[in-house]
């Protein structure tokens, strides 16, 4: 997560959106979820990038943390098991550590 920045407000590059987004449609395709990167201040939670929709999907959306100031909400289309949750947690880490 080393190209975030934050600075009076949200700071988030154009690069880094575009290899959020490379990383999130391969993730989403397999698991049939949206993510959202999002930037975590206290217990806020503000969307940076990622699939934006207009219904929200029927099932709860899971967060994970990336770090102290970052992290993905997972909104599945289906319900997901411990397991799923598990593996996709591992897909997002790896793919994004450069991030």
Do not use: C, H
Request: without cysteine; positive net charge.
């Amino acid at each position: 997560m080393s190209g975030l920045k934050k600075a009076n407000g949200i700071s988030i590059s154009k690069q880094i959106q575009k290899d959020f987004s490379a990383a999130a449609a391969e993730i989403e395709d397999s698991y049939k979820i949206y993510l959202q990167l999002v930037q975590i201040t206290g217990r806020r939670w503000a969307y940076l990038s990622g699939t934006r929709f207009e219904d929200l999907p029927p099932f709860p959306p899971e967060r994970i943390e990336l770090g102290r100031d970052f992290g993905v909400v997972v909104y599945p289309l289906q319900p997901l098991s411990s397991d799923q949750k598990a593996e996709i947690r591992e897909k997002i880490t790896r793919e994004l550590k450069n991030v």
